[in-house]
């Protein structure tokens, strides 16, 4: 089962920032978090992934709280082409780890 | 850099014929590769995780011998769907981590939809 809940399904207008939530409150200390994307009928696309540190990179800023038990993805200026379903992971920092995936956040971008 | 393609992207079969689904990571060695299925307005379900040169393991619940897995080198894993029947169509979609310490950052394909008629 995943370890990760997320509301089903979240609107922004474009433009504006998109925060995402999740939760991981049975995360282990060496889990990291993990946040996917994937666009209608096609394959998932890698995000951004962290510890416990606050991360950013060119698409998106990951929150983790201090107890790590949940954490916010922001894409700080939404556009259309970011309306896709998002998953929020968890999962060991290893090759041979494997990605469960939850039901996700359906992330609708409004013009 | 990182692409995993798949082939092919769809096919349609006659109930009781296998169909075959390749997956390769283009510019690097993937140790291991995963495979997952998705119908529609479900998330993924990973089906078995592959690693050259052995045997894949299998997730409970999937058949082993009705899901056929082949990770002959690092660059291509099959995965060969015999004696399809309707309830297999579905999106197929393989995914490899590079290894090696790198990282595991999961390296997604495009997908290959099945139906199944």
């Known amino acids: 089962d995943a370890k990760t809940t997320q509301p089903t399904s979240m609107d922004c207008a474009e433009g504006r920032a998109a925060n995402l939530p999740c939760n991981h409150s049975t995360i282990s200390g060496n889990e990291y978090v993990y946040w996917y994307r994937q666009i209608h009928s096609q394959g998932p696309q890698y995000i951004i992934h962290?510890?416990?540190n606050n991360e950013t990179n060119e698409m998106a800023s990951l929150i983790i709280t201090e107890d790590r038990k949940s954490s916010t993805l922001i894409l700080p200026h939404a556009t259309l082409r970011d309306t896709a379903v998002y998953y929020c992971?968890?999962?060991?920092?290893?090759?041979?780890?494997?990605?469960?995936f939850g039901s996700g956040t359906r992330l609708s971008i409004r013009p | 850099g990182a692409v995993v393609s798949q082939h092919p992207s769809w096919v349609i079969c006659k109930s009781g014929t296998s169909v075959k689904i390749e997956c390769r990571s283009l510019d690097f060695q993937a140790t291991t590769m995963f495979w997952y299925r998705q119908f529609p307005k479900q998330s993924l379900m990973l089906m078995a995780t592959s690693n050259e040169g052995s045997k894949a393991t299998y997730e409970q619940g999937v058949e082993k011998d009705k899901f056929l897995i082949n990770h002959a080198s690092l660059t291509l894993s099959t995965l060969t769907v015999t004696s399809a029947h309707p309830e297999d169509s579905s999106f197929y979609i393989c995914s490899a981590t590079r290894g090696g310490g790198l990282d595991n950052e999961q390296f997604f394909g495009p997908g290959t939809r099945l139906t199944v008629l």
């Open positions: 992971i968890v999962s060991f920092y290893s090759s041979a780890s494997k990605i469960i």
């Open positions: 962290g510890l416990k």
